[in-house]
């Protein structure tokens, strides 16, 4: 099986612009949940799908969304961008909704904010 | 935050050595996790244990968690060059309706040949 894919994989883009990450999960999964991970902070948990609503939300401003498909791809979006956005986006996946599934993790997004 | 705590920050050891790690989390868990990151790459899964458990293994780890102390180590044995990397331990919150997981600071191994 082919694991969880994001892309891209790196991203330069300035203040003030918006940006679109995307997360394909593994075949047959159906929850994807998105992580910022920066030096400063850690990772902090952003938002998790399941079957096209959202459950769950992190501690993020409104700059942060994302949305689900009906095929469990997953997108999330940065508008206005600033300087504090620049981090790795991890998304993960999992088949549903227990939380002693294993979270499969994606390779990330280095997003850099100039 | 909920953000838990590992100790030490950072670990240097020579390889056939153990590794030993030790996170602290905050609050009440169904089940805590450890991963590991190859430099700044994804998370790779590495075991699960429950809050109904105290000790795991699985190959050369062994994971140990403590609910009275809100604590768990993770014990690598006779270490590899390629077992450097960071490694998170994640718990999941029993009063999340949710499915998110509060990550650690991160324990920096480094395994010298």
């Known amino acids: 099986k082919a694991g969880v894919t994001q892309t891209p994989r790196y991203l330069i883009k300035t203040r003030g612009q918006q940006v679109t990450l995307s997360c394909s999960p593994i075949s047959g999964h159906r929850s994807v949940s998105w992580y910022q991970q920066t030096p400063g902070q850690g990772l902090q948990f952003l938002f998790e799908?399941?079957?096209?609503?959202?459950?769950n939300k992190g501690n993020f401003p409104g700059r942060f969304s994302g949305r689900q498909f009906s095929n469990s791809r997953s997108e999330m979006n940065v508008s206005t961008l600033e300087l504090g956005d620049s981090a790795l986006y991890l998304c993960?996946?999992?088949?549903?909704?227990?939380?002693?599934?294993?979270?499969?993790f994606g390779p990330g997004t280095r997003l850099l904010v100039l | 935050s909920q953000q838990g705590e590992e100790d030490p920050q950072a670990l240097s050891i020579q390889e056939g050595e153990n590794a030993t790690m030790n996170c602290s989390y905050k609050?009440?868990?169904?089940?805590l996790q450890w991963y590991r990151q190859n430099s700044g790459r994804g998370l790779v899964h590495l075991i699960l244990?429950?809050?109904?458990?105290r000790e795991k293994h699985s190959g050369r780890l062994r994971v140990t968690l403590d609910t009275s102390k809100k604590s768990s180590s993770l014990l690598i044995t006779a270490s590899r060059a390629a077992d450097t990397a960071s490694y998170f331990c994640a718990t999941d919150s029993r009063w999340d309706t949710g499915n998110q997981f509060y990550f650690g600071t991160g324990t920096s191994l480094t395994v010298i040949p």
């Open positions: 244990i429950r809050s109904n458990e």
């Open positions: 799908y399941f079957s096209e609503t959202q459950r």
């Open positions: 993960a996946s999992s088949w549903g909704t227990d939380k002693s599934e294993t979270q499969y």
């Open positions: 609050t009440s868990i169904n089940n």
